[in-house]
């Protein structure tokens, strides 16, 4: 049997000791040497470690835009373990199952009646080549990868460099247990010969939303980052932990996030790019201070990885309900700006740009990420640094003139006065969350109080009349049905709409990656040509809200919502959208 | 070129301080301090919170930062990490320093960022008009004990050396020449300093402040031995009087070297631009 | 000379040393005693101590709805201070300046050309019949009591019990004044006999806002209270410190906000009627705690007595701008209520309805006060109590049978739960910020959390359905255009309202007391008689965006907004709805 | 009527703590003790922040709320206050009650409150995988510390002491047999106890963990005077060793009977019904 491929979706489930998740790595990692895209997404159990775990590889030979829906095969190391995600589970039609042949199938496994059980000697073949239960995961993937048609080239390499700290003998047994795993799928009776055809050999990158995000911010020229650990934004700090010292940038893990953002706009007074990345429960804590930051007109760039909530909620899991505290949180009339990266290459190209913003504009800025994306592995397309390079700028410094009678809080036709640091002769001023003059002065003259306000709150009509609107459109012109999402939903709702398209239906998708100030005019033209909107999001209904505080959405809105934890399927939003269409 | 001289550090905005009030002493203290140390007021940055004593840098020509309620310290941290050239004093009240921020202040001492804390306590919350404060002496009534206080109160000394702060002084607002000293050995403290200038609130605790601390107030023995830790304790535990000048100093690598040792482990590797970053991420294929 | 009187507005400008706020008290108390109505606001220069003062006190036959543009008469007990408040202080046409006679009269006077100068011998009076200045505004109060036929009985009670606790000799000082300030009246050259008519002599109220807060707070059966000091709402900690001690309840102050309301949280787990108050940064520092009680399930109250912002702002000067942060702040899905009372008798009513609602639903309650209404001191009609206590309820505790096998989150109908407290045998559950079923056991399940987010969302729309809609409503049946504001605006929307409608304007007021969840039904219908709607707000525009995130706006809409500090006046609403009329 | 047994306060559910860790050891003496005092299951409340020791009141079947990061002690005061009755245990993480919550410590202390505050030292951010902690001695490498440590450790007891904390121990996991005792020991003291529990992270930091502590732990000698404030100051300077067992303690008004003597007072004045509180408002005309 052969079939010819240019998508795949393969799980792995086992515990967390079982390597459920490196296995998944190095075969996302082989694949992309081996030319092909992909995505992977992880899911854990409550366990601190060792509880169950669950890698998702989805392989194609085009840039990936969702995790997959159903799978084509599902890796089975412990049925034990499969059942804590047996909700999140869904085999294709004609899906294999692989388990290991040491375990028992249990009785009513929740796959379609088609699906196709093969029992693979996975532990006993790791015990045998290599002497211990250890390598069961790369067995496995010696299993995938032949049975899968990828060469075994790029998974060696992988094996090779991902052990190599742990000396040459476990080396050896990894490689035996591949090739052994191999071995197994070449010689199995149901065996299916999988072909790949047009995989484009070009560069590419594989990484992380969060690592993304540290990127960009690097590339952008961050010289500061305080941070306090919080799931799933942690990794940021750690990247920075580990590459700020490099470039002789400072990291500061604060006592607290009230700590982490008082240092990063205290680092931005004396002249550093300065940022910091938290998830809900941190974001909410910065509150205060972003006001601040917002007073004193300081640039800063706050990255929220949003996660379950309210309150702690679930750390693990994602979500897209932080959207209106961004948006709209804190007290005072507090000009902010959002931004919302859709995926893992656009969290560079947004990072970057955030960081251009809140130095030109000098207010803090908001890049809104979630679990999904932040922990995400993507293999991308290289991305174009050079372009990006004209956005790496630096904050507006006084004249000489202006100098000799500094007013800080000068008001200009766009809201942004020249700015001075420490060090800078005739440049002293006195920052302050406290209302002030243009001298910087304090004052609670309600005439003044009214002018440095609007001063503050110009700079977003700036922002909308002068900068890239940073709007993701697709679609037919003459669509009559409108589909708008946000964030990381985005990838989702872009394959489900593909596929609708394909099959004849007239949609059109609008997504802005600028949430404030939103860019009012194009979207409301955008809407006006429709007939109905579909709205998804993973929250009570946020994205909804907000843009009906801001537009005028079409008579016909149907929304497609749901507090979050697991991210969108294709399949469920191509059936909001049919609804749509039949109403 | 002719020195600077205290008054070259006025701002000319006037304090919105009550007449009498103990914060013109540190103020005075703090423009003489620096005309002593002949201090480039660009080099300057003073960083405070919320509160009567928080208004501070704005009365002096330096860099300032007049920031939020009890964050002080971390901004002040910020400041100087980003331009560790410039000279960080940071200024609280005790409301500031010991109640909102008190999360801030173990931290800001196990750092041992070269930094200058003066926390101006006045045993009141001045700026919202007398309520209790965390070093208000347990036999007052204010405006939120009106039967008297519950809570033992804080003694920010006590808590300074248990935090392992390496520089630790006492100073009063009416001793002005002594504070000037005290605020002069701090700035040259090779990492974080801390002093609590004792500043009378003759609004919301009345002028008796002053007369209370003065008949309590001495000066440290000249033998006091200010390595000795055991001695430090014994000066924090005193309950009969007030013991001014400096308590406890120290030796230890401000932050801003041991940083510097971290860069260099960080950089063993090799080059460090951009694209050292980003290589890991490449795929060839 | 004699003039009729039915409504008087009175400045009195100095330093604070001299007076003037104590002065302004006794004169509202006094008339009060008298039978009039009446409202006092002050304001004060940024010196914590002895800058300058300004008492403005306005007198009618009828309940006073806002504080008056235009003065009748301004008393001057120095220039020097007069004009640290010239853009606050209007005179009348035709209006009265009475100044001390000893202080130069300053050339350039904002005053319209018709104002009355007399100079009065405040000064020189004081001396001369108390043997200080001390006593020069009790002068001033007595020229004032004759000069605007307020009989002098109340005041000199007023001043006797004021001046009670400073010994006798400072009584007869006191007294010896006031009689001598009404001599100075009756002698004035220039003497205008006012004439009062329609005063009703009955029982009245002379309160604060944030003591209409606190004493509707402890009808509503408050056992706990934890704050943090914070100008404009420290006078609410200040009475609870006083008065909650002699009901066995608890007073703490805390070390912070944060600490302040996970107090108030814990305390509501223990089992009480618990609640804090603060102003905007401490708002926003209880971000994260909001959430935790939303999550738990923890009935608590938070009140926000606004002041200017972002950050530290103008603490001492009011504003609408918490609003944003109030209705949408917090990460995550978060449900709350957030009321807002639109004058002292109001807030009464609001803050017994706020424990109601948050004992009833089990989640945070924010009401939404602000500098203008906590800090004026308003004469009132007394409160039915009785009618009350309606309102005055514990939270639904379970059945015997409920306790067999307890579920603290058990989902029904209305999205409440009944709830257990430390002592209650069979009923021990863990309460937490982290997502959970319905035994409060710990989960990161999609589904549960789905369902839990749901059941406590239902919650707001069951308050929808159920609960009183708490919207203020006046005007002409057939007005086409509709003002809508929200909070202590109201009283200066309604008489702005009032004197057009006599006028013959057709007009209708639709003012909305609580903000979440919002009775969109009943305001829609209101918006859909309208042709234009004029949206008045001290902020940058968040009542608008409010409304429009939650319901369809008239095509024509106009907006009244100032940053805040100084609150709206009555001529500035005229105009504005005189514009909205025109276009 | 039987007595209750350790098992009686098993929740029943699984914990999520990975096989080994200290925390296992402190909750089993947790169970103890309480069969030990014979606490009504519903008479007891066991309040903590988040981290992985704060998922322990889950695991007790008693009165608990697992509440935000850092606010296990201000949630448990608010109980306390609110319900008097109530035995209130807070349970906290190092980077819980030393960090994000470290303004909190110093505050608790001072009111003196009648609560037992067990922090489970780990020193290491265990839930969040492995970040440094306050309390993570100097020499490790951790996932925010690639290249070694910068801030200074702090340790808890010197701070507990330095904010007067009535009641001061340390205990380990391993040793549950004398946890359990100072469990017992710091619910029975009337007043604000606090416990040092170190808990190694099996996981994070490592199961050497165990033995390190082990090589260094001594149990404090019998004639170790816990009523001596200098004595306890030794130990709380200790570096070659690892004191076991009740450091201090000493006698001071809990909160609660501070607040019935305000309450006394405030009542002084007559009745104290709302009507009481209404009358200064109501004017006669
Ligand atoms: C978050 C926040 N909470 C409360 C306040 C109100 N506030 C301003 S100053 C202050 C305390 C002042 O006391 P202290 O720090 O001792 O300074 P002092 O005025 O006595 O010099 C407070 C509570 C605030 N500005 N911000
Ligand atoms: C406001 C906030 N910030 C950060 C976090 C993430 N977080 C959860 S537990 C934890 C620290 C855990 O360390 P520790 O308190 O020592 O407890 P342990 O897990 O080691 O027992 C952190 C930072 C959070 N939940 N909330
Ligand atoms: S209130 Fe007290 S601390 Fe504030 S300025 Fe006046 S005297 Fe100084
Ligand atoms: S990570 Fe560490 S502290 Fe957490 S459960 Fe595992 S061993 Fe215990
Ligand atoms: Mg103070
Ligand atoms: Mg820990």
């Keep these: 049997m052969s079939e010819k491929r240019s998508d795949v979706t393969i799980a792995i489930v086992g515990s967390g000791g079982e390597g459920v998740v490196s296995a998944g790595e190095i075969l996302l990692r082989a694949a992309a040497q081996d030319g092909l895209f992909g995505m992977m997404v992880k899911s854990y159990g409550p366990q601190i470690r060792g509880g169950e775990s669950l890698a998702q590889v989805r392989l194609q030979e085009t840039p990936v835009l969702s995790q997959g829906d159903a799978l084509d095969a599902l890796v089975v190391l ?56 250890l390598t069961k995961n790369i067995v496995a993937l010696g299993f995938l990868a032949t049975w899968f048609g990828l060469p075994p080239g790029g998974f060696q390499k992988e094996i090779a460099e991902r052990f190599a700290g742990k000396g040459e003998p476990v080396v050896t047994a990894n490689l035996k247990s591949f090739e052994a795993g191999m071995a197994l799928a070449e010689a199995h009776a149901s065996r299916v010969r999988h072909r790949w055809s047009g995989v484009a050999h070009a560069p590419k990158l594989i990484l992380t939303g969060n690592e993304a995000i540290s990127l960009g911010a690097l590339f952008a020229g961050v010289r500061f980052f305080a941070g306090y650990p919080i799931t799933p934004a942690s990794e940021i700090m750690e990247w920075m932990a580990r590459e700020l010292p490099k470039v002789d940038g400072v990291f500061v893990q604060a006592e607290d996030e009230i700590a ?17 990345a938290t998830s809900g429960p941190g974001l909410s804590l910065m509150t205060e201070a972003m006001g601040l930051a917002a007073m004193a007109e300081l640039p800063i760039v706050i990255v929220d990885v949003q996660r379950g909530g309210p309150s702690t909620g679930i750390p693990t899991k994602t979500s897209q309900a932080d959207l209106l505290h961004t948006v709209f949180g804190g007290h005072g009339n507090l000009p902010r700006i959002v931004l919302a ?27 809104l990420s979630d679990q999904f994306l932040g922990q995400r592995l993507e293999v991308i397309r290289p991305v174009d640094f050079q372009a990006l390079s004209d956005q790496v700028i630096d904050r507006i410094r006084p004249s000489e003139e202006e100098l000799i009678a500094y007013r800080r809080f000068k008001i200009t036709e766009t809201g942004v006065s020249p700015i001075t640091m420490p060090g800078m002769k005739g440049g002293m001023y006195t920052a302050a969350g406290i209302e002030h003059d243009e001298m910087g002065r304090p004052t609670s003259d309600a005439d003044i109080h009214e002018k440095m306000t609007w001063k503050r709150w110009k700079k977003l009509q700036t922002v909308e009349q002068r900068e890239a609107n940073l709007l993701w459109h697709d679609g037919d012109a003459d669509a009559r049905v409108g589909i708008m999402t946000w964030g990381s939903t985005k990838g989702v709702v872009e394959e489900a709409v593909s596929r609708l398209r394909r099959e004849g239906f007239k949609l059109a ?36 809200t907000f843009l009906n505080s801001q537009l005028r959405l079409p008579d016909t809105v149907r929304l497609c919502q749901r507090a979050g934890a697991a991210p969108f399927t294709v399949g469920e939003i191509v059936n909001a959208i049919k609804e749509v269409h039949a109403a | 070129m002719r020195g600077y001289t205290a008054k070259d550090y006025r701002s000319g905005v006037k304090p919105v301080w009550c007449p009498g009030c103990g914060d013109y002493g540190i103020l005075n203290a703090l423009y003489q301090a620096f005309a002593q140390l002949q201090l480039p007021p660009e080099e300057v940055a003073i960083i405070s919170g919320i509160g009567c004593s928080s208004r501070l840098p704005g009365y002096v020509k330096t860099y300032g930062f007049n920031s ?87 003694n920010p000394v006590k808590l300074a050396l248990s935090y392992g702060v390496t520089f630790i002084a006492r100073g009063f607002s009416a001793q002005v020449k002594q504070a000037v000293d005290l605020i002069i050995q701090a700035i040259r403290h090779p990492g974080f300093a801390f002093i609590q200038m004792l500043s009378p609130c003759v609004t919301f605790v009345g002028r008796e402040q002053f007369d209370i601390i003065r008949s309590l107030a001495v000066d440290l023995p000249p033998d006091h031995d200010p390595t000795s830790l055991e001695k430090a304790w014994e000066v924090s535990n005193e309950r009969d009087r007030i013991s001014l000048g400096v308590i406890y100093r120290t030796e230890s690598l401000p932050f801003e070297q041991r940083l510097r040792r971290i860069g260099e482990l960080a950089k063993r590797g090799g080059d460090h631009h951009f694209d050292a970053a980003l290589r890991p991420y490449m795929v060839a294929s």
């Design chain 1, 78 to 133: 412990s049925w034990e373990n499969f059942f804590r995600f047996s909700t999140e589970i869904v085999v294709r039609k004609g899906g294999s199952i692989f388990h290991d042949s040491d375990e028992r199938v249990p009785e009513d496994l929740p796959f379609p009646p088609d699906t196709r059980f093969l029992a693979v000697p996975f532990l006993q073949t790791a015990k045998r080549v290599a002497g211990s239960a």
């Design chain 1, 509 to 544: 998708t609008l997504v802005p990656r600028r949430l404030v100030p939103l860019p009012v005019a194009p979207i409301q033209a955008f809407l006006d040509r429709l007939q109905a909107l579909l709205v998804v999001e993973l929250s009570t209904g946020q994205f909804h």
């Design chain 1, 260 to 276: 982490a953002l008082t240092m990063v706009i205290g680092a931005s007074f004396g002249g550093a790019k300065a940022m910091t």
């Design chain 2, 68 to 154: 939020i309620h009890g964050r002080a310290l971390p901004v002040a941290q910020g400041v100087k990490l980003a331009r560790p050239e410039t000279t960080v004093v940071a200024v609280a009240g005790d409301g500031d320093g010991l109640a909102i921020g008190a999360g801030h202040f173990p931290h800001a001492a196990r750092r041992n960022i070269d930094l200058t804390y003066i926390m101006l306590d006045n045993g009141i919350y001045g700026m919202t008009k007398g309520q209790v404060s965390p070093t208000t002496g347990s036999d007052r009534r204010t405006k939120t004990t009106p039967y008297g206080i519950v809570e033992d109160p804080i």
């Design chain 1, 341 to 367: 990266p859709v995926d893992v290459a656009d969290a560079i190209h947004i990072i970057v740009h955030a960081f251009y913003l809140a130095e030109k504009y000098q207010l803090p800025v908001l890049v």
